[in-house]
């Protein structure tokens, strides 16, 4: 078949060669008309050109963004790719293939227009994306949606791949997105609120009970001094027996039931001092523990230092009518009950943080009404021959010699001690009396300046000479009556509290050295600070000797464990800690 246009653009001629050989033609005349044939041709062929690039272009910026578009711009690729590769017999159809394709799309205006002039349209004038306005119209949504209420029962997607694919199954648009997105952000938001509260008390019952290793080691030693004669030798033996009370040699007080504690700061001290033959501890115990403890030390003495071992039970001074407000603490049901029930009860955990319920945890550890908690305000008492004494908690490790303390002259202050409100941490060094009592208490408010710096417990240098001609023990008693009287309502921090009224008046701010805090609290706490510190605190709920403790703080404690041991070997404290 032959395609012959006349060159006036007036008449087709269509020719076909027939099975008879002869060839048949038809002429098609075509009428006037007002634009030449000529030039329509002309213009065909331009846009024959043209419009494929056009579409094309199109297309593929289409194809960056909206699906809708995407499709769009697909077929316009297929079809003009089409028309590309067309031979000129076909050139016509191919033509009028893409002006039916254009028509088919301007039937829907705000496709052409939102694929067209989103994606195209800033390319040409030189514009920039768009992405701030699509930022900006999204932030509007979420904020027409933060404050509706979200149906009871309402399905969330499990992850956000879901969300994806809901919205992919189920056409979202940009509110039902908002609105899913936000409801399980809510939802995320209570899951790990209730987590977080959930681990503060499993760390809280963790830090108040007592280690299966720990509570063997006191058993087998007290069946080790019913058995073991070796176990009851005297401590200190006959012949150190005066240097219980010569106030020439240094004397450290540790009140403590935890062996292997105890066990460890003796060793930590012995072996960091340079002198320490000069060296004499007075351990001080409850009656339960007694027997543990001294067959400790004496099946593991500490020489060339003295030890001595007590229980409680052993002082003639500690008498219900010397100690009648700690009596009060230990037996009072309602003050038993506040530290030992249940600690969530009557807590409403949407209006707190869990900070403030750590804080509130940490307040209402049981070690709080333990007499040997308490014993430290009635040293003087129990130690009538000595003139100065070193106190130590046994959650210290002693990593310097401190013989240098008894030269610090405490100008006739009673208590050494280093003050916690000159540090940049919130948890540790930057305490004043606000953040240990209730001023809005009357009492408080009226006796105590909420900015007064705090100072520390654990490590602290005793003048007992200047404190026996003060009244801070009858200061300690009357606070802690005050406090009984108002259900606890004035602090709720354990024996500090108490001191840092009892002491008021009576500290000497000694070099921070001396006494490193927070080890218990901050797992980030700077390695170097630590290994410089004379006394570095395990203070807080992550003790060493727990699980829960921080592991790259413990070995600055395990040090001073002697795994060899044979206790300390069959109580497998080595695998428990």
């Known amino acids: 078949m032959q395609l012959h246009i006349s060159p006036s653009m007036r008449s087709i001629t269509i020719s076909s060669s027939g099975n008879n050989g002869f060839i048949d033609s038809m002429k098609i005349k075509v009428a006037a008309r007002h634009i030449s044939y000529r030039t329509l041709f002309h213009t065909i062929l331009i846009l024959a050109f043209l419009l494929p690039f056009v579409f094309i272009l199109t297309a593929v910026v289409t194809l960056e963004g909206v699906n809708k578009c995407s499709s769009f ?7 003009f ?17 893409h002006l039916v394709v254009v028509v088919m799309v301007c039937l829907d205006p705000d496709l052409i227009w939102d694929c067209l002039g989103r994606r195209l349209g800033p390319r040409l004038l030189g514009r920039v994306d768009d992405s701030g306005r699509l930022v900006k119209d999204f932030y509007k949504i979420l904020n027409q949606v933060k404050n509706e209420e979200i149906p009871d029962g309402v399905k969330l997607p499990a992850s956000f791949n879901h969300l994806v694919s809901e919205m992919k199954n189920n056409q979202y648009d940009a509110r039902t997105f908002a609105f899913m997105l936000r409801a399980m952000m809510e939802k995320l938001e209570r899951e790990i609120r209730e987590s977080k509260f959930a681990e503060l008390m499993n760390k809280h019952f963790a830090a108040s009970s007592i280690p299966k290793s720990i509570h063997c080691l006191s058993l087998r030693l007290t069946d080790e001094y019913s058995s073991n004669a070796h176990a009851r030798t005297q401590l200190p033996s006959p012949e150190f027996l005066p240097l219980l009370s010569d106030n020439s ?11 292997l504690a105890a066990s460890v700061v003796v060793t930590s001290t012995v072996q960091s001092s340079l002198k320490p033959d000069r060296i004499v501890f007075h351990i001080i115990t409850d009656k339960k523990t007694y027997a543990g403890m001294h067959s400790w030390f ?46 969530i009860a009557g807590t409403n955990l949407s209006d707190t943080t869990p900070r403030r319920f750590a804080s509130k945890l940490q307040a209402r550890s049981p070690k709080y009404i333990s007499l040997l908690n308490h014993l430290r305000i009635y040293i003087p008492e129990l130690f009538p021959n000595l003139d100065k004494v070193v106190f130590l908690d046994d959650d210290v490790v002693i990593q310097h010699d401190l013989s240098p303390l008894w030269e610090i002259d405490l100008q006739g202050k009673v208590n050494g001690a280093v003050e916690t409100c000159k540090g940049e941490d919130e948890w540790v060094m930057s305490k004043h009396l ?18 007064e710096c705090a100072w520390a417990y654990g490590m602290n240098i005793f003048d007992l000479h200047a404190w026996r001609n003060t009244n801070i023990r009858e200061t300690y008693h009357s606070w802690m009556k005050e406090n009984l009287k108002s259900n606890l309502t004035m602090w709720k921090l354990g024996t500090l509290p108490p001191a840092l009224i009892a002491f008021k008046g009576h500290v000497h701010p000694i070099d921070p050295f001396w006494h ?20 570095i605190h395990y203070n807080g709920q992550s003790k060493p000797w727990l699980e829960i403790g921080f592991e790259h703080l413990r070995p600055f404690w395990t040090k001073y464990v002697n795994y060899s041991n044979d206790f300390i070997r069959n109580c497998h404290i080595l695998d428990s800690v």
């Open 73 to 79: 711009g697909g077929w316009i690729i297929i079809r």
């Open 81 to 97: 790719g089409l028309g590309l590769l067309s031979n000129f017999m076909i050139f016509s159809f191919s033509v009028c293939m």
């Open 249 to 259: 040699y240094h004397h450290f007080v540790l009140s403590t039931d935890n062996i």
């Open 298 to 343: 004496a099946l593991n003495p500490a020489s060339p230092a003295t030890v001595e071992v007590k229980g409680v039970h052993q002082f003639d001074w500690l008498t219900r009518e010397n100690v009648p407000v700690l009596e009060a603490v230990e037996n009072h049901n309602g003050i038993r009950d506040y530290y030992h029930g249940n600690h």
């Open 434 to 451: 606000k953040n240990y009592f209730n001023f809005s208490h009357p009492l408080v408010a009226k006796n105590l300046d909420p900015d």
């Open 516 to 535: 490193m805090l927070g080890l218990g609290y901050q797992k980030n706490t700077n390695i170097e600070s630590v290994k410089k510190a004379a006394v």
